[in-house]
T-cell receptor
Framework: DQQVKQNSPSLSVQEGRISILNCDYTNSMFDYFLWYKKYPAEGPTFLISISSIKDKNEDGRFTVFLNKSAKHLSLHIVPSQPGDSAVYFCAATGRGGGSNYKLTFGKGTLLTVNP | KAGVTQTPRYLIKTRGQQVTLSCSPISGHRSVSWYQQTPGQGLQFLFEYFSETQRNKGNFPGRFSGRQFSNSRSEMNVSTLELGDSALYLC??????????????FGSGTQLSVL
């Protein structure tokens, strides 16, 4: 049972345009959501997070939006840069229902930003 | 502050052997989590330790085990290796553990190949 889903395995955008990565979740116990960026053969690097009490969090070029009623979140990167090319993982955690003390990850979206 | 350190970086084993992987968390972090990454499967949660106690465990067979020492360093062991155990094994640490407003810091991983 995949509780965090990233339905787009890959996304290609032009440099300078907006990248939008999407994530859906099913577990209503999740109350904290994170995005990680990963290069091959390296560990994931934290990018941005959002608590369920908010619907938007912004950090420089990165903005995460949370729609609790739809159980959906998205990561916006504006403007996209070639160095943003990586795999992006959505993750979630919460309290109860087996979600304690772990991050549940989606399968990732490979973002390619073309110069 | 030094990051999460995992050793060894690469490992080659044959089927039936066992392997032990090591993780040193960021100084002051008491929670250590382990994840397995295989192509197309995202990051699968193995287990999480805090103050030498396992607080959560993923859906892996009993061949996968772990422990945490009093200095917060952690090891994971895989016995009777199978070809399907070939993966990148990632360790992550945080001060108190995956929870609201607390992110994980990942090491670079141990790439295990089972022949």
């Amino acid at each position: 049972d995949q509780q965090v889903k990233q339905n787009s395995p890959s996304l290609s955008v032009q440099e300078g345009r907006i990248s939008i990565l999407n994530c859906d979740y099913t577990n209503s116990m999740f109350d904290y959501f994170l995005w990680y960026k990963k290069y091959p053969a390296e560990g994931p690097t934290f990018l941005i997070s959002i608590s369920s009490i908010k619907d938007k969090n912004e950090d420089g070029r990165f903005t995460v939006f949370l729609n609790k009623s739809a159980k959906h979140l998205s990561l916006h990167i504006v403007p996209s840069q070639p160095g943003d090319s990586a795999v992006y993982f959505c993750a979630a955690t919460g309290r109860g229902g087996g979600s304690n003390y772990k991050l549940t990850f989606g399968k990732g979206t490979l973002l390619t930003v073309n110069p | 502050k030094a990051g999460v350190t995992q050793t060894p970086r690469y490992l080659i084993k044959t089927r039936g052997q066992q392997v032990t992987l090591s993780c040193s968390p960021i100084s002051g972090h008491r929670s250590v989590s382990w994840y397995q990454q295989t192509p197309g499967q995202g990051l699968q949660f193995l287990f999480e330790y805090f103050s030498e106690t396992q607080r959560n465990k993923g859906n892996f067979p009993g061949r996968f085990s772990g422990r945490q020492f009093s200095n917060s360093r952690s090891e994971m062991n895989v016995s009777t290796l199978e070809l399907g155990d070939s993966a990148l094994y990632l360790c992550a640490s945080s001060p108190q553990g995956p929870a609201t407003n607390e992110k994980l810091f990942f090491g670079s991983g141990t790439q295990l190949s089972v022949l």
